[in-house]
């Protein structure tokens, strides 16, 4: 009889165990959505890092955009020229495989939508639906004029002297003044907010002159902390600071720079507690805003830390990290969740000093744009990857490459340079990055024309070919765009002093020298190193 209980008992016991089981298993459902291509279609969104690889015409590995970012900002949107769109409102995976768009979200079913029938069509309803734009852009003086950062000619070693040196060189070399982005390491620690007393000794003073000489100053910022210090100590007790999974105690994060804590943005008291410590900054220093690095998704994984809202994700706390952005207008992020529409400036990802580098920065713009980063910076002129330049002797620059960046960069909606051209280029060269700098200032006030348009409608400021020309066979074009509806831009991004332009048809069209071209036909152009070819749509 007992024999009979105990086997009753470890029947029950089992019955429940795969009740548990069967109970999680269902809790942790996925929901699948395939997509088949139809014929001539394309397809872009998910992650602006991967802007190189669309449209998807190859395979795609499944990428996470609750956990994965590639350096840069993720979006829950797909976009095609069929006038089809993807969107849903939580983070899911998705994988490219023989012409098919498979989504797996843990959320919701997630449906194709339908408007119109071309990307034009498509990229507005989801922008109008769920990017709504506010009405107001970043600050003029980013569109209008170059930003300069001191990361790539100081790295770890920002100091008082050397920036005041860069500075000067801007203005004696002839370069339109701008925003000057100081980089990491000025401060003493991380969640500390003084600069260095060793480095800087009178931070107001070169502030002072930096805004004296016309420019406008930024500093870089993180949210992380360094354990072991009062800041650390002080957030530690109040419970502003991420915690360890089921646990009280500060979860200690792993980042480029180390390990340390992290705000909790998700409280709305850790929030303004450093909203107030970087208005104090402002007040002390005279400093116009911030460079918010980090913040990406990766950091965030709600499998290990807990948060103060509960039910946070980790694209929450990116989106709390950009919410900043809209307290401080001088902001650059380089991390994003969702952010189309806002008034927060975006950068693409660090990019290597490369001529691959160089070939990315057009494809990423254009999905940049279509995902809704109206507002975007191409990296920084020759790239902003650091290690890529270490041991790179001055007489031994490509200057080509930096030259051809800088063009790239021209009739972008921003300009940043951080390599100093004046360090490292030939007279000549260094006059046609200095005519690039000149060109972009020259059109600053259409590109500003273009800003408040997206801030009304949503429309990207450098657009895909596709976008603009529908089906006139531009779908898979990377590297000529359209800045607004009135130039087409071609610049050269290779070692080669030609290339090829495909203009599209309905228009005349004249080039940066006064020759008219009919379109609908592709033509071979001479573009020495001197020349930046773009066209004015003509009717």
Known sequence: MRKNKLICKRYFLLFINLLLISTTLLAQESYKTAVDFDNGEYWWGGAVALGSRMPYIQPQKEFNLAIQHNNNQV??????????????????????????????????????QQSGSNLKSAYLEASQRHLTPTGDIPKDIFFSAPQYNTWIELIYNQNQHDIEKYAQSIVDNNFPPGIIMIDDNWQRYYGNFDFRAEKFPDPKQMIDKLHQQGFKVMVWVCPFVSPDSPEYRELAKKGYLLKNKNSNTPATIQWWNGQSACYDLTNPAAFNHLVNQLKKMQLEYGIDGFKFDAGDNSFYDERIIDSYKKDAISVDHTTAWQKLGEIFPYNEYRAGWKGGGL???????????????VQDLIPEMLTAGLLGYAYTCPDMIGGGQWNTFLDIKEDEFNQPLIVRSAQVHALMPMMQFSVAPWRILSKENLEYVRQAALLHE?????????????????????????????????????????????????????????????????????????????????????????RLPYFEKIK
């Open 343 to 357: 008034p927060l400036v975006e950068r693409l990802g660090d990019k290597n000093y490369s001529w691959k580098a």
């Open 442 to 530: 020259k059109m600053g006030p259409y590109i500003l024309e273009l800003a408040h348009q997206a801030s009304q409608t949503g429309e990207p400021i450098v657009r895909h070919m596709e976008y603009s020309f529908p089906h006139q066979d531009f779908a898979t074009c990377i590297d000529q765009f359209m800045l607004g509806d009135k130039y087409l831009v071609a610049p050269v991004v290779n070692d080669k002093l030609e290339r090829e332009v495909y203009l599209p048809k309905g228009f005349k069209w004249k080039d940066d020298q006064g020759k008219i071209y009919k379109g609908g036909q592709r033509y071979l152009i001479d573009v020495p190193l001197s």
């Open 75 to 112: 979006v829950p949107l797909f976009v095609s020229n069929k006038g089809r769109y993807i969107w849903s409102d939580k983070p899911f995976r998705f994988t490219v495989n023989n012409k098919s768009l498979l989504i797996d979200s843990d959320y919701e079913k997630v449906e194709v």
